[in-house]
């Protein structure tokens, strides 16, 4: 079976400022890893995706995440955050056939001016 | 573009009553699927099809119904509402494979 911890609920950084969000995982097959964000009112859009290949993989807005298959982890980073990163950001995974993804519990970005 | 299209946004109902949440896809996906989200759980899976005439139960499939006679429909009904199915639920799909989920804008639903 599939799971996702991610690490905080919320995490609150000032603009400018390194994110960094932490999400580890649990699967007895090669992962397929995902980030997701959502907007307030908002359905979920993809931010980047882990497939196969190299580890450090870059996504919109200049987020990029790194898969590390010893730790289990697949953290989302970004070096600046700007007031526009405020939101909810879901890690996921998924065995490879799209339709059974499992999603974390999601992490809450706050941006402080 | 529409992309994933649910209705309706907004819904209150009492317990006991059934309802249909309405989805629909025009990028000719095969995969879709009905998440509901609850603050502290993420999105939990309920059902997903992939492909018309087949569906399958995800984590939390009870009291929940769906169907797939089209590509474009997948339509999650609701047979007895309960307080505990207050949530927001989320229709999505994809291409399958590694290809990634668009989802639609969500439908919240209140049952009193």
Known sequence: AQSVTQLGSHVSVSEGALVLLRCNYSSSVPPYLFWYVQYPNQGLQLLLKYTTGATLVKGINGFEAEFKKSETSFHLTKPSAHMSDAAEYFCAVSDGGGFKTIFGAGTRLFVKA | ?112
């Open chain 2, 1 to 112: 573009n529409a992309g994933v299209t649910q209705t309706p946004k907004f819904q209150v109902l009492k317990t006991g009553q059934s309802m249909t949440l309405q989805c629909a896809q025009d990028m000719n996906h095969e995969y879709m699927s009905w998440y509901r989200q609850d603050p502290g759980m993420g999105l939990r899976l309920i059902h997903y099809s992939v492909g018309a005439g087949i569906t399958d139960q995800g984590e939390v499939p009870n009291g929940y119904n769906v169907s797939r006679s089209t590509t474009e429909d997948f339509p999650l009904r609701l047979l007895s509402a309960a307080p505990s199915q207050t949530s927001v639920y989320f229709c999505a799909s994809s291409t399958g494979g590694l290809a990634e989920a668009f989802f639609g804008q969500g439908t919240r639903l209140t049952v009193v």
